[in-house]
């Protein structure tokens, strides 16, 4: 029922009621009807400060607050891939002095298999960019 975007898991965001009691839920239960403001949130545990009327409109302003939740999580992602890739990158090329020895093979293996897994992900991130 939430809203999702690939590639950014555990972040499905949904607009929240909040309660009288000051309760967030994204509970549409009788229980939960009558509720005094929209309010976007995360299953992360994230929630917006800005609280929006209990309207159809505000349901849409508490989402448009996930998608920006959405956005820089998901350049602090991209951000954290870049550095691990460069990590990966400096480590295997301090390792090319240990090529004359085929017991660092698998090492190197694994590095390389590193490096291209995260420059793979960081290509799909850019390419699916609209
Ligand atoms: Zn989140």
Do not use: S
């Not at 607009?15 to 509970?27: F, I, P, Q, Y």
């Not at 989402?63 to 400096?90: K, S």
Request: overall charge negative; hydrophobic content about 40%.
């Amino acid at each position: 029922m939430g809203t999702i975007r690939e590639g950014l898991y555990d972040h499905e965001g949904y607009a929240a009621r909040k309660l009288g009691d000051g309760t967030l839920t994204g509970a549409w239960t009788q229980a939960t009807a009558r509720f005094v403001a929209y309010v976007g949130a995360c299953e992360c545990g994230w929630a917006a400060d800005q609280e929006h009327p209990p309207t159809p409109d505000g349901e849409v302003a508490a989402l448009d607050d996930w998608v920006d939740h959405a956005d820089h999580q998901e350049a602090a992602q991209m951000a954290d891939r870049r550095r691990r890739l460069a990590e990966t990158l400096r480590r295997l090329g301090g390792i090319a002095a240990d090529v004359e020895d085929p017991a660092n093979l698998p090492r190197i293996v694994r590095a390389a298999d590193r490096a291209r897994a995260l420059a793979a992900e960081l290509l799909d991130a850019e390419e699916a960019r609209p």
